[in-house]
Structure formats: C-alpha cells, structure tokens
C-alpha cells in the first residue's frame, strides 16, 4: 500500500495535468471558431465546501461551435452504498474514502459536416481507514461521431490515436479500439454505434507490466492528442455550405447521442447518482435534437451511408 503523503505527490501532478490540458484545448477551440470564447465557472460538490468540485468551461453560439464544454473536476468523499453500487465497488468498510479527477469534453459544432467529439480521460483512488491507498485505476478516451462521414476524416482520426497508444505498446490501439466499438452503443437501436468510436479504455490498474506512471503517461500522450486528431478535421469542414435538409440529419443523430448519454453512458450516471453537478453532467448534451418517429435514411444517401458505418463499424488504420 502506498503511503498518504505518496497518493498526495501523485494526486497532485495529475491535477495539474488535467487543468493544463483544459486551459490548452480551450484556446485551441476558441482560436478556431474565431468568435465565442469559453466562460469559466468554478463550482463545489456540497454548500460546505467539503467533497471536491471542478471547473466547467462552456463555449456557445459561435461561428463554427454551437455548443461545447471542457470541465475538469477534483471530488472526494466516503465510500457511500450508493457509489459502492454505481462503480461495482466490494468495499465494505464504512471508514472507506475515495478520489476522483478527470477532464472530459464534448463539443457539438453549427455545421453537419463537422463531427461532435468527445473525450474524457479520469482517475480513481480508494484509501482505507488510515488514508492509505488501497485501490488505484485510469480510465478514458476519445471518439468521433460525424453526422456525414468522410474516410479520409476517420482515417486521420484514428491514426492519430493509434500514433499516441504505440508508443506505449502496440498493443493498446485495436484493444481501445475494439472496447470503443463495443461501449458507445446504443443497444437498443440494434446495436447501433453512436459514431465512428476511437478509443476506449476503464479500470487500467498497477501490474508486472505496468506501473502507475505507465497509464498517467498514456493518458497524458491521448488527451494532447486531441488537437491534432480534431482541429485539421474542422479547418477542413467547417466551410462547407449546408442545407435545412442536412441541418435536419445532424438533428437526428444527436437524438441518438443523447440517448446513449441518458440511458447508458455509465459517466453521466456517475456523476448523476454521486451529487455531481447536473449543469455540468449535462452539458455533454447538444442544444437541438430531434426525435423523429421511426426515421430511416434513404438508401444510397450519404446519410444512409454513415448508418451504416455506425451498425458495422470498420477498421480504418
């Protein structure tokens, strides 16, 4: 078991880390949209001050970006049944205390043939009566989800991804991958795929091949990755004319992305079930969204075509 003041040290770069990563993605998103900028609001977890809190970053009705966030948040607190439950935790001492960081993101952009991105990379400790750890995992990950699909967009996607797991272990990439495929699904469409995926990865612990610093550092190399996984792919799109026809698309499938995040996603019910904060939790969700009584892409349209890439998803790298 690690010592306290050991979990602190270590607790403390990878708060820096992720409100490094935050201030940098957010100047990279503003510098890019051109016109909205990011409103910062700090908020806490209890009226007490006590339990941790975090920083949403949000950006709205922009030229490029219609709604997006990058929040970070610092939470802590004893191990309640409740959480014990969400997290399949088989901690039975009522002494037990836990930790969690993470920064995650989601940005929903104007134009239909810009995707919406998401990532979220986070830790998780538990310590025992004495504050000693007990238990420490990584978890997080990157994903695409266009509303029009181009190939070449999904190829630079995911090489870049890959790019950032290989130099860890080659090993990384079609394993994350694969769990991407398999987790961002909304199961009850027919398994159908929320995008394109990337990567996904959950309970990354300590092992004989991997230490702590091995899964900080590949968090690290992923979440600098955004960038250049994400803003070539605007630049290239975010000037294509549109019509109310596809505007109306874009619509239809964010409604299926808030059905993944409402019903499945296991973060957002996390955050709803441990007295996070709602605004926050929520705010991966877009502004406008349709639920169209059983809407069907005609055949051979390229709406159809993301459909499809969405119910059988591919390997592009």
């Given amino acids: 078991m690690t010592h306290k003041t050991e979990t602190k040290e270590f607790r403390g770069k990878w708060i820096d880390f ?21 409103s910062a609001e700090e908020w806490v977890r209890n009226p007490d001050g ?31 049944r409740k959480m014990r439950e969400v997290l ?14 993470g920064i995650s993101s989601v940005i929903h952009p104007l134009n239909p043939f810009v995707p919406t991105i998401h990532f979220n990379y986070r830790m998780f400790e538990l310590y025992d009566k004495d504050g000693r750890l007990c238990d420490r995992w990584f978890g997080g990950g990157t994903d695409l989800t266009p509303y029009y699909l181009f190939d070449e967009d ?22 994350f991958k694969h769990n991407c495929d398999e987790y961002f699904v909304n199961t009850h469409r027919n398994n159908e795929r929320r995008g394109i ?6 309970h990354k612990k300590e ?16 979440g600098k990755a955004f960038i250049d996984a994400y803003v070539p792919v605007v630049e290239k799109r975010k ?27 296991r973060g957002t019910l996390f955050g709803l079930k441990t007295n996070g904060r709602t605004e926050s939790v929520l705010m991966s969700l877009p502004p406008t969204v349709r639920f169209e009584y059983n809407h069907q892409p005609q055949k051979g349209m390229p709406e ?14």
């Fill in 207 to 222: 092992d004989g091949d991997h230490d702590a610093d091995f899964w900080f550092g590949l968090a690290q190399a992923c």
């Fill in 304 to 317: 159809a075509d993301l459909l499809n890439v969405c119910l059988n998803p591919r390997d592009w790298v």
């Fill in 154 to 175: 999904a190829v630079h996607f995911h090489s870049i991804l890959k790019k950032a797991c290989d130099k860890f272990d080659e090993k990384l990439y079609p394993l």
């Fill in 88 to 101: 399949h935790i088989p901690l039975s001492s009522p002494e037990a205390t836990w930790f969690a960081a």
């Fill in 18 to 38: 992720i409100h490094k990563l935050q201030d940098k993605i957010c100047r990279a998103l503003e510098d890019i949209d051109g016109k909205a900028k990011f």
């Fill in 50 to 80: 006590k339990g941790g809190g975090g920083i949403t970053k949000v950006i709205q009705h922009g030229y490029v970006f219609e709604k997006g966030g990058v929040n970070t948040s610092v939470v802590y607190g004893k191990l309640s």
């Fill in 197 to 202: 995926g990337g990567i996904f990865y959950d």
């Fill in 239 to 265: 000037n294509i004319s549109f019509t109310n026809d596809n505007k109306y698309w874009q619509e239809i499938r964010r409604g299926r992305y808030v059905e993944f995040n409402l019903v499945h996603d």
